[in-house]
């Protein structure tokens, strides 16, 4: 069995849990032979009509062989996924689908079963998906699938499936012909109904009729009472009810012994018993028909060896019962919807509603950050605490948040991922709609440890996150003070058209630290027309500075901020308003901020307006409370959080981007041609002339190279390449030529070129590092700039492209940008527009302008060879260089280096 090391893709993957489109999950696991039993089964609750439609004719029963032959499968010859409900011995089938592959190894028939029951619920689609991911990987590009043309719910799942299609019709037969590799309107479709299934799930969580707190306490001091008493204290619009089998009543409501004798449905349950109790009670709410669950209760993945082991056996036991989890060892769920009202947290404090949605993986951190957000007065739509995330995360909060009209900003607390690209994807779709802001654990290494100890997750490099945070558009926050900063500003302005910032002051230091900030966070303290500097002198006192910063010194009155606000507001040349009031004597706080809610109150305009009160936090709460202002202390914040604004504006601004796709490539005669000279079966460096061939093959430029094994092939070579040449030494365990001393420059005539290379040898043989495989020459480039091009493999993350200022001082300079793979059309300039080495690019100091497009290109075709190359693990070209304008740009020196499979298809 193969297993891509780079998508961690196995063809016979263990059981994986998929959304239906109501929300409800369903396990899908590859068929066993053990499951000849389930298999007759499932067989035999099939109507006449079901199975009519599967075999095409009239079949009363299936035979022992047929059993065999079904359940007893190997790919790529013959591949089966089944769909199940339950565990152990109470674990039944409800799907088939399977693959019998064609004589041609790259085609295979398809055929899918459904129960009847549980047909139109978007099974056989995801079936669909889910076998042909498993085809691909064995190799398998086209299914082709023969319907009944009465069977159109059939014909209907690979219309809608979004795979492009070849059909022909005969004698009562549909034949449809499904291209797996072309994907992109498969994608989209794919895209949409996961949205739609993971918003049902999530739907269900957050607005439940009837709720019952198992684990319910008389202590109000316990997490039980407390989180029982919060739902009736924030007055839940549905049904509560307390289950304990220890007590007859809770606050005063009726309490049940277990879960199964309440007398009503449950649509939400949540657990908060001792973690050896839980997995008994998670069966008796599959019993009662629970379809979601909070559990609270801590002691799993987090908590050693046997918490690890009880969280796999409720991971397996929910996915059994096709439940939605948040959890286990969370804080809980919240929803401040005036028409839900749901509390289902143990917090001490509550938040008042408004528009912010929260979703944190600390649950400790959830209780600080809703008792802040109350001090600050900073409204929370709804707010999640996944703990463990066993089932319910961020990938599904974002997909139900994204067309929550209660949410307007989103912020996320991540301590781990779990598929970095899901979230990506989602991520960057969202952001064109909402701000997405990110505070993620683990920057550090003893951080990063102290990560994944916390959730039993392996953590992410922080190179790799901020790559993808940077590709989503997500907002990411170093601290949690920079990211209410940004949330006030966010749920409170409107995104502000450009950097242009006007500062009105009443005194000048902090006018100044607020100009310096905007300065070194990439606003621009802006000039004033002469009409706003007229203005503003026909009413403030001959003291006072009306340029920008407009300081109205100390004794300006609460009006003088009102018309100074307003007068500023109407400049065409300003983007937005920073106010900072300093209190002296001669005024008071809260007229001034009356005075400066009336203009902000009044204003229709589409310019953000930021305040600064210099004042105690304790001093603030009256200001803040009915107010459209959310004073910061600091200049300094303010300023941070107006150009956190600006920068997603931008990113708003920018187009999404799509995948490059480049002609003429033939992916499987390249992979027969050059693949071979790494040994694939064990893996290792190719060879470097084949790696420059590799690139050549996908359109990157590469400079003339020639193989010379004695220093006469290499004389002859060199007049070949024209004088004056390079050498350098040929070998696939000499990683760093440089370092031994394996390359030799500017070589101008057969005596030199002798010469170098036997000193090569001696050199290699002197550092140790075993014969060398002859020299390679090539003729000098003279002239370019050089820049680095390369791929690392994250374990999360997958391949992360690189480009930067190259050479070999790359590792002591590091000015490189990091992307997610693949790179869409738009990837390249952003990547570029990183590296502090631009200026050399682009005429720094007289210097030729570089063929900036060429260097794009070969980045978009150098992803393209990563996508289409999987086996590749690692592979860098060191240095590129780039050439004048219009000049191209040239590949002088790569390698690559090929995973060991691990088995074969």
Known sequence: MAVSKRTGMAIEPESIEVILRDGQSLKLRPIRPDDKARLSDFFYKLSPHTRYLRFQYVKEHITDDELRHFTEVIPPDRYAYVAATGEGEKERIVAVAR???LPDRKSAEVAFTVQDNIQLHGIGTILL?????????CNITVFIAQVLGENTRMLEVFEESGFKLKKGFLEGLWSITIDLKDQEEYSKRQSLREHIARSAGVRKLFNPKRVAIIGASRSPESVGGALFRNMLKDGFMGVVVPVNPKSDSIAGVLCYKTVLDVPVDIDLGVIVVPAEGVLDVVDQCAEKGIGTLVIISAGFGES????VERERKLREKILSYGMRVVGPNCLGVLNNSPEVRMNATFSPVSAPAGNLSIGTQSGALGLALIDHARSIELGISKFVSYGNRIDI????????WEDDPDTDVIVLYQESFGNPRNFGRIARRIAHKKPIIAVKAGRSTVGARAASSHTGALAASDVAVDALFRNA?????????????????LT??????????????NAGGPGVLAADACEGLGLKVAPLTQETQAKLRSFLPKAAAVANPVDMIATAPPLAYNQCLKALLEDPGIDSVIVIYIPPLVTKPEEVAEAVNAVLMDYKGGKPVVTC????EASMAGIRKGSKMRPFVFPEDAVQALSLAHSYALYKERPEGAPVKFSGIDTEKIRKEFLPDAAPEKGGWMMPEAALALLKAYGIPVVETFVAMTPDEAVTHSEKAGFPVVMKVRSRSIVHKTDIGGIRVNLGNAEEVRAAFNDIRLKVEAAGKGGMDGVLIQPMVKGGQEMIVGMSLDPLFGPLVMTGLGGVEVELLKDVAFAIHPLYDIEPERMLSQLKSLPLLKGYRGRPNRDVDALKETLLRFSALIEDFPEIETIEI??????EQSNGCAAVDARVYIGRSEGNN
């Open 304 to 307: 050693g060896p046997e918490g």
């Open 613 to 616: 009160f210099m004042m105690s």
């Open 393 to 400: 995360a961020t990938d599904d909060l974002l997909e139900f």
């Open 99 to 101: 693959w019998d592959a």
């Open 878 to 883: 060191n240095p590129l260089m780039v050439m």
């Open 492 to 505: 409170n302005q409107p995104l502000p058209k450009g950097p242009r910032v006007a500062i009105l002051t």
């Open 129 to 137: 998906e889910e076998l042909a991911k498993a085809a691909l990987a």
């Open 473 to 489: 558009g997500v907002i990411r926050v170093t601290t949690i003070e920079e990211m209410f900063n940004a949330c006030q500003v």
